[in-house]
Structure formats: C-alpha cells, structure tokens
C-alpha cells in the first residue's frame, strides 16, 4: 500500500508540476486552464491532507491557490495560497522560491508593500543572486517606488552580466 500511495502523490506532483510550469507560458488558454486549476488544487489538497509535511505539495498547492487566484480573481484563493507557501517556507525557509512564489501572490492581492518586504529579505540573505534583485524591483515598481526599482534592476542587470563574463571560456 506504501508504493502505490507514493506513486499517486508522484503522479500527482507531476500533473501538478506541468499544469503549473505551462500556466505562464505561451499558447495555453485561460479557458483550459480556468477549466482545470480547481481540479489539479484539489488533487493537491488530498496529497497535503495526507502528508502535511512534504515541502513540494504545499509549495505547489500554494502555486496552484495563486494561479486560481489571479484566473478568477479571487482573494480567497490568494488567502489560501499565502497560507500554503507560509507552510512550505516553514519547512524549508531558505528556498527562494517560496519567497518569489509569497512575493508574486502578495502583488496579485494588491499588497506591494509586503511584497517589498518579502524580496528585500530574500536579497539580504545573499545580495550576490541576480533574480533576487530583479524581483525586488518589480515588488519596488507595484509599490510605486520607481528609481528604487530601477536601481535594484539595474543591479540585476550588472550582476547578470558579471555572471555571464565570469563563465565566458577564455
């Protein structure tokens, strides 16, 4: 009973992994994706039911709310989406990903500030990641800071290039 209830959340995982991975892409529909978000969400809400612990359920579960969300314009979902990736930080707290997934979801429900708050930390903890600073501006530019945006782009851009320049074979 163990491996086959593994191999459900696995699958699970997976749908969910390429349901939320196509979402921001390209040549999908809102309508499938309207059509489908409540029922990969759910999906998730029964594998989280039974393993409350597992990092990438509730991060996804977290995505999943957020993308419901934004689709239906939903602050409930955004709500619970906020709650689902606070869990997932508190298992693995240093995952940017999280914070960039709690930063994104905060701009959907029209709370830049927190956003700012969010990815300010995030670029705290290491200032040498390039994406940290990128996002940190978007959450500046919704918060209507606009030279701190651009400053903090700006950064990601030079950081992006020394990056590329550092890996260039001589």
């Given at each position: 009973?163990?491996v086959a209830e593994r191999r459900v959340t696995d699958r699970v995982k997976q749908l969910a992994r390429d349901f939320i991975n196509r979402s921001g ?77 709690l930063a994104k979801t905060l701009l959907l429900g029209g709370q830049p500030e927190k956003a700012v708050e969010v990815t300010r930390a995030v670029v ?47």
């Amino acid at each position: 009973p163990h491996v086959a209830e593994r191999r459900v959340t696995d699958r699970v995982k997976q749908l969910a992994r390429d349901f939320i991975n196509r979402s921001g892409r390209p040549g999908g529909t809102a309508s499938f994706y309207k059509d489908n978000v409540r029922i990969v969400r759910a999906a998730l809400e029964a594998e989280v039911e039974r393993h409350p612990d597992d990092f990438t359920l509730l991060f996804m579960l977290g995505q999943a709310y957020a993308l419901e969300g934004e689709l239906f314009e939903s602050p409930e979902a955004l709500q619970q989406s906020l709650a689902a990736l606070e869990q997932a930080d508190a298992i693995s707290p240093h995952r940017q990903a999280v914070k960039f997934q709690l930063a994104k979801t905060l701009l959907l429900g029209g709370q830049p500030e927190k956003a700012v708050e969010v990815t300010r930390a995030v670029v705290a903890e290491d200032p040498t990641l390039q994406e940290s600073h990128w996002f940190l501006g978007l959450a500046l530019s919704a918060a209507g800071d606009r030279a701190g945006a651009a400053d903090e782009m700006l950064q990601s851009l030079d950081l992006g290039r020394r990056a590329a320049w550092s890996s260039t074979p001589k």
